[in-house]
């Protein structure tokens, strides 16, 4: 998946674990931008174990790893 194809709000499936968790996108990070030290852009997620969970973990993604449901 490309940054440009992320939509913010949107829940997205992390290409490792497709049956398991799911990774709310929050904020997309240019390389160099803030907390993002990489040279490519990442995507700052909540990542939960259910769709409609109230918190989960806050995580960096590349867009590549994430793929729509």
Request: aromatic share 14%; with cysteine; net charge positive.
């Amino acid at each position: 998946m490309r940054i440009q194809d992320i939509q913010i709000g949107e829940s997205y499936r992390l290409r490792s674990s497709p049956l398991y968790g799911w990774a709310k996108a929050i904020e997309k990070l240019k390389p160099k931008q803030g907390v993002n030290i990489h040279t490519y852009s990442v995507v700052k997620c909540e990542h939960t174990v259910y769709k409609n969970d109230k918190f989960g973990f806050i995580k960096y993604y590349r867009p590549c790893d994430m793929v729509k449901e």
